[in-house]
C-alpha cells in the first residue's frame, strides 16, 4: 500500500484488503502514524497520539488475522476518538485545562466496543472546551484547521475528528453531539456525520459536562455512508452501564445499503430552515431535493406548528444539565475555564427550575409534533449548517460576513451554525449529514437525512442513495 492511497479509501473497500491479507495492520497503521506526522503540524486535528500502541495493536490484529481469527470489517482498521471520551491509559482532557492531565483506568463503553472488534485506536482528536461550540477554536489545545481550506474552521465541537477523516489521518471517528457537534463539522468538512436514535449508542465514559444528560449522543464520523452503517452494528445496543441506553435489537444497519428509495416520501419543513439558511445552502439544499425526486422519492411539505421554540427549548435543557456536572469546578478552578464559557456556566446557574420543567413540557409537545410528521413520510430532510465554514479571522472577532450582511456568531437562538441540527437533539431522532454540494469559495456543504425513532437503517438507505446519485462523497480536499 502506499502513501497516496490513503486519500481516498474507505473502511469498506480496505477491510476486505486487510481480510484477504493483501494490505497488512501494521502496515496500514505505520502509513496512517506517518501521515499524521506530516499532516497534524497544520491541520491540529489530534492533541494526543499513541504511536507505541496503536503499533502493538496492529501487531496483534495482524497476528490474529493470520491465524483465522479475523473479527470483522474494523478489524485493524485505524480509528480516533474525540477527546472526551475515556480512553484507559490515555489522556483525556475534554478540551480543558481542569482535566489536562486526566488519565481515565477506564474505556468508554464504544471505545472498548472498537477494540473488541479490532480497530486500531490511533489517538484523541482536538474539540472546543468542554465540547462547547461549533468551531474548535480552543484556547488550551489551539484551532483545528479545515482540510478544504485551512484559514477556515472545521465546525465543532467535533472539529479534531471531521478533519482527519477528510484529511485521510484515520478512517473512522468517534466523536458526540449535544446541539450538533457530530453533524456540524461534518458538513463543514465533507464527511460522512451520524448521530442515532437517542440511547441507541451508551454514553458511558462520556466525559460529564461536556453535553446535556438528555440531549447528548456519541456519533460517528467516517468517509461514507456504508462506512458509516458498519461502525453503528458495532458500537449501538444496551449498555448497562448507561442506565439510559435503550433495549432494542441492533439490525444489520449494512442490508439497508443500495435498496432502493423509489416510491418513498421525504418530508421538508419550511418557515424555519428556509430563514435560517443562507443563500448558497438553501440552493445546495434545493437541488439535493431534486437528486432525491429523480431517484424516486416524492417531497411533501410537513409543519412543525411549534419549531420556532426549538432553540430556547433545547438551550435551557443543555445549559441547566450541562452546569450541574461543572458546579464542583465553578467553585475550585473558576479561573481554568476560558472567560467566554465560565460566563455561559453561571448564566446557566441562573436558570429558574420553573423554566427547565416549562422547557421539558415545550419539548414533549415538539416530539409528539415529529412522530406525527414522521407517520406521513419516511424521512425528513434539511441543511446542516446555516452556512459554510467560516474564516478563522471572522470567528476570533465574532462575527461573519455571509451574503452581504454581518451575524454574529452568538444570537438570541444559540451559537451560529447549530440551529438547523438542534432540533434532533431536543428530540432524539436519527439524523445523518453527508456532503451535498460546495460553496463557490469550494467548501463543502450538507444535508441532513432524519428518520423516525430508531430508524438507523431507513436513514442509512435515504442517504446512501443520496449519496451514490449526487457523488459529492468522491471528491477529497487537496493537502500539502
Not at 139 to 151: A, C, I, K, M, Q
Not at 170 to 180: A, H, Q, R, V
Not at 271 to 287: G, I, S
Not at 440 to 448: C, I, R
Request: aromatic residues 6%.
Amino acid at each position: 500500500m502506499t502513501p497516496k492511497e490513503l486519500e481516498t479509501p474507505t473502511i469498506a473497500d480496505l477491510s476486505s484488503r486487510i481480510k484477504g491479507r493483501e494490505v497488512s495492520p501494521v502496515e496500514v497503521t505505520r502509513l496512517f502514524l506517518e501521515r499524521i506526522e506530516r499532516l497534524n503540524p497544520v491541520m491540529n486535528a489530534y492533541v494526543t497520539l499513541s504511536g507505541e500502541q496503536a503499533m502493538a495493536d496492529a501487531r496483534r490484529a495482524e497476528r490474529d488475522i493470520a491465524d483465522d481469527r479475523y473479527l470483522g470489517p474494523l478489524h485493524g482498521i485505524p480509528f480516533s476518538i474525540k477527546d472526551n471520551l475515556a480512553t484507559r491509559g490515555m489522556r483525556t482532557t475534554a478540551g480543558s485545562k481542569i482535566l489536562s492531565e486526566w488519565m481515565p483506568d477506564f474505556d468508554a463503553t464504544v471505545v472498548s466496543r472498537l477494540k473488541e472488534a479490532g480497530a486500531i485506536i490511533l489517538g484523541k482528536t482536538n474539540m472546543h472546551e468542554w465540547a462547547s461550540g461549533g468551531t474548535t477554536i480552543n484556547p488550551f489545545y489551539g484551532t483545528t484547521r479545515n482540510p478544504w481550506d485551512l484559514e477556515r474552521i472545521t465546525g465543532g465541537s467535533s472539529g479534531g475528528s471531521a478533519a482527519a477523516v477528510a484529511a485521510s489521518m484515520c478512517l473512522g471517528s468517534i466523536g458526540s453531539d449535544n446541539m450538533g457537534s457530530v453533524r456540524n463539522p461534518a458538513a463543514m468538512c465533507g464527511v460522512v456525520g451520524l448521530k442515532a436514535t437517542y440511547g441507541r449508542v451508551s454514553r458511558f465514559g462520556d466525559v460529564p459536562g461536556t453535553g446535556g444528560d438528555s440531549t447528548d449522543h456519541i456519533g460517528i464520523f467516517t468517509r461514507t455512508v456504508a462506512d458509516c452503517a458498519l461502525v453503528l452494528k458495532v458500537i449501538a445496543g444496551y449498555d448497562p452501564k448507561d442506565p439510559l441506553s435503550a433495549d432494542e435489537a441492533v439490525p444489520e444497519y449494512s442490508a439497508s445499503i443500495g435498496e432502493s428509495v423509489r416510491g418513498l416520501t421525504v418530508g421538508i419543513i419550511r418557515d424555519y430552515f428556509d430563514k435560517l439558511a443562507k443563500r448558497e445552502v438553501r440552493e445546495a439544499f434545493a437541488r439535493a431535493v431534486v437528486v432525491l425526486e429523480s431517484l424516486g422519492m416524492r417531497a411533501e411539505e410537513v409543519t412543525i406548528p411549534h419549531m420556532d421554540l426549538v432553540p430556547a427549548a433545547q438551550n435551557c435543557t443543555t445549559w441547566v444539565e450541562r452546569v450541574s456536572s461543572h458546579v464542583q469546578y465553578l467553585r475550585s478552578r473558576p479561573r481554568d475555564y476560558s472567560p467566554g464559557f465560565l460566563y455561559r456556566q453561571i448564566a446557566a446557574l441562573t436558570i429558574p427550575a420553573e423554566t427547565y420543567v416549562t422547557a421539558q413540557k415545550v419539548r414533549r409537545i415538539i416530539c409528539e409534533e415529529f412522530d406525527r410528521a414522521l407517520e406521513r413520510v419516511q424521512v425528513i430532510v434539511a441543511p446542516t449548517t446555516e452556512i459554510p465554514a467560516a474564516k478563522i479571522e471572522e470567528c476570533n472577532r465574532g462575527e461573519v460576513e455571509v451574503d452581504g450582511e454581518k451575524i454574529s456568531l452568538r444570537g438570541a437562538r444559540g451559537n451560529l451554525g447549530i440551529q438547523c441540527t438542534l432540533p434532533f437533539n431536543l428530540t432524539g431522532l436519527p439524523a445523518i449529514s453527508v456532503c451535498c454540494g460546495f460553496s463557490s469559495s469550494g467548501l463543502p456543504l450538507g444535508l441532513q437525512v432524519v428518520g423516525g425513532p430508531f430508524q438507523e437503517s431507513m436513514v442509512f438507505r435515504v442517504a446512501h442513495a443520496y449519496e451514490r446519485g449526487a457523488g459529492w462523497h468522491k471528491k477529497a480536499p487537496r493537502l500539502p
